[in-house]
């Protein structure tokens, strides 16, 4: 007996072009596709090529002009930080948009130019993102938590002819000012931005670039509204840079065509909503949950979608999450595990969700990192809803394995994201390129074409694109996790096969860490891993082997090295732990022995490689880890 999921995936497998093609009339096009599919430039895929339409359109105009939708709730920004609660209709948030695209238009802006976003959690965030997509702007979200060098790179990678800020963000308690930030990242960036506009905020207002910068809410008062451009469906909407094994990060394109009908169509399918569901995804617009399923795909469905500006924790306690679903009567959540973790330490026995009625709340979502099952338990057991663990990348846009709940809901498995989602061909391979058999560990990979909605390409990269993801494995996209599939065709994820991290949800390369360290005048040698913690899943600690002829005290280096990766990558890396060791574990080869140093420190089970150059070394690295609290410790 089959199930709508297991004749949706049948068909999204075999026959793609059918499967997408139809689900396509569901987007408001100005012309209509040429081919679904164009697979003349194989390892390169193209969807909907000869399509137009525009993004923008989709998200906010269809809603208010063709469906007579206008006076329904597009937007609710709640903030605790800031006390506010604010919400847009969809007519007000569309007029809103058509005037900020009206105010990059008169700075120059136009179809293909870059615009890079750098800013908190407010709805003016959104309104820049869609602003671009209305005039075919590519838009590039940055990160808050990043510092400005990293702030740079993106910058001179994605050359924008204007940045979008705001004077400052609010985390907890604390006011961050990102303008200065945003200052010293031009100076350093070798691309310069013609303008910049600045949202001040009344926490703490920025001092403005006379002639460079431009204040918001007087550009606004000035401005005239301007309508969609229509643009090639294959024409990027966004570049979104994500950690690479690299300092450099990989700038993911996004196109437009897509990710319209991709995105849509997973608010019924994945998540069980539907138009006028008020849709909640906590998270933050600079990760690409952020763009998906706070902006976009809610506003495709012609749902509420809430902005919150807070904590899960201490904005003000730990219930913020369960008042919101209830004030706002949301129908269902989007976060990261470690959201859950940190409620779950402050109020074990979520006392505090007594005090609301959650009585219209559905189902909880959680991705950007591996789900714990006791996590998951916790929530279920709380909030007596179904807890859908779901795995995806920055790449993939959406869900590559999910419980379909719009679909069919199948029997969850603690630690298994459940099955692949239509549209993706999962496999589990072995170094050869071979299918492996169900239950055995190997590369997850996709097989090609990826669906639409997910990368076609790295920004002007199509050589980096190729090398880094569809050349290991010919015929695949390599996810870079490694995991299994079961007999039941559910999927397991269990760890990336490269130096990515993740940090409390937050993707970090250890490698980009390395580099910051590595510049450190006393350092020789070093090396980063990330290491298991209660709350954020992982968290980076460092092994730094100094250069001889040093004076200082290890202390001060310590601090030295801690401050510099804060400075050069972000607060959000989290790096507060490093050692001072005489040598790192290689083999005799000189590979560094990452993967035994990190199962110490977790308290996993290791064997020495046979291969290590000096057994002894690790009897210190022991020592290290112990005396930073890790290894040796019942966790
Ligand atoms: N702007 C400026 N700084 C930021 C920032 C932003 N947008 N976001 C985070 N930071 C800073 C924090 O202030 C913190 O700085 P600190 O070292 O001075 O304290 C640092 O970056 C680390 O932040 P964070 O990872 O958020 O840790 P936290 O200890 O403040 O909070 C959690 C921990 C679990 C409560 C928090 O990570 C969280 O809510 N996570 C939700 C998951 C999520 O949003 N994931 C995104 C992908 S779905
Ligand atoms: P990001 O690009 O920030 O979304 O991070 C993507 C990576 O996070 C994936 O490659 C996985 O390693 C990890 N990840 C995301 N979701 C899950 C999940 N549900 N289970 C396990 N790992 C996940």
Not at 424 to 439: I, Q, S, T
Not at 584 to 608: C, H, M, V, W, Y
Request: aromatic letters at 10%.
């Amino acid at each position: 007996m089959t199930n709508p999921y297991e004749d949706a995936f049948q068909r999204s497998i075999t026959d793609p072009e059918g499967f997408w093609g139809e689900i396509a009339q569901d987007v408001h096009w100005y012309k209509r596709w040429d081919q679904v599919l164009d697979s003349s430039n194989k390892p390169l895929y193209r969807w909907f090529v000869g399509g137009k339409l525009n993004t923008c359109y989709n998200a906010l105009d269809y809603h208010v002009d063709d469906r007579g939708r206008g006076d329904r709730i597009a937007l609710i920004y709640d903030s605790p930080v800031t006390h506010t609660i604010q919400k847009y209709t969809y007519a007000e948030l569309r007029d809103t948009v058509a005037r900020f695209a009206g105010v990059l238009a008169g700075r120059g802006v136009g179809k293909g130019d870059r615009v890079v976003i750098y800013m908190p959690m407010i709805p003016e965030a959104a309104i820049a993102m869609l602003a671009c997509a209305r005039i075919g702007a590519i838009h590039s979200v940055v990160f808050g938590g990043f510092a400005a060098k990293e702030l740079a790179t993106r910058i001179n990678d994605s050359q924008p002819k204007v940045v979008v800020s705001a004077s400052c963000g609010i985390e907890g308690q604390r006011i961050i000012a990102y303008k200065p930030l945003l200052d010293e990242a031009i100076q350093i960036a070798s691309a310069k931005p013609e303008h910049c506009i600045i949202f001040q905020r009344p926490q703490q207002e920025a001092a403005l670039v006379h002639g460079r910068d431009i204040e918001w809410s007087a550009a606004m008062a000035v401005a005239s509204a301007v309508d969609c451009v229509p643009v090639a469906a294959t024409d990027p909407l966004y570049i979104l840079y994500t950690s690479g094994t690299t300092g450099q990060p990989k700038g993911v394109v996004r196109d437009n065509g897509g990710h319209v009908v991709a995105l849509k169509w997973t608010m019924k399918a994945i998540y069980d909503v539907d138009e006028d569901d008020v849709w909640w995804a906590a998270s933050d617009v600079g990760w690409v949950v952020g763009h998906s399923y706070i902006v976009y795909a809610p506003l495709f469905k012609g749902c509420t979608t809430i902005l919150f500006e807070g904590k899960p924790v201490g904005t003000p306690d730990a219930g913020v999450f369960w008042r919101i679903i209830s004030e706002h009567k949301v129908k269902c959540m989007f976060t990261a595990p470690t959201a859950y973790r940190a409620i779950r330490r402050e109020d074990p026995d979520a006392r505090l969700i007594k005090d609301y009625d959650l009585s219209h709340f559905k189902a909880l979502f959680l991705a950007g990192e591996r789900s714990d099952p006791a996590t998951i338990q916790w929530s279920e057991k709380h909030l007596g809803t179904p807890v859908i663990d779901h795995w995806w990348q920055t790449e993939t846009g959406w869900a590559i394995a999910a419980n379909c709940m719009g679909l069919h809901r199948f029997p969850v498995k603690y630690g298994s994201p459940t099955k692949a989602v239509p549209g993706w061909d999962v496999r589990v391979l072995d170094d050869e390129n071979r299918d492996l058999p169900a239950g055995t560990i190997g590369a997850l990979s996709v097989k090609l074409p990826l669906p639409p909605g997910t990368l076609p390409t790295l920004w002007q990269n199509d050589q980096r694109y190729i090398e880094a993801y569809l050349t290991e494995y010919p015929g695949y996209y390599k996810t870079a996790d490694a995991g299994m599939i079961d007999e039941d065709g559910y999927i397991y994820v269990m760890s990336r096969t490269d130096d990515i991290i993740n940090v409390a949800g937050h993707r970090l390369s250890t490698g980009a860490m390395e580099e910051v360290l590595a510049g450190l005048p006393d350092v020789a040698e070093c090396a980063v891993l990330g290491v298991e913690d209660a709350l954020k899943g992982q968290v980076p600690v460092g092994f730094l082997v100094l250069n001889a002829a040093t004076v200082r005290e290890p202390n001060e280096i310590i601090q030295d090295a801690v401050q510099q990766v804060r400075k050069q990558i972000g607060p959000v890396a989290a790096f507060k732990m490093a050692a001072i060791v005489k040598r790192l574990p290689k083999t005799r080869s000189g590979k560094i022995l990452r993967g035994t140093i990190q199962k110490i420190a977790d308290n996993r089970e290791f064997s020495i490689p046979a291969t290590i150059d000096d057994p002894q070394i690790i009897d210190e690295i022991k020592a290290s880890l112990e005396a930073l609290g890790l290894a040796g410790k019942k966790k």
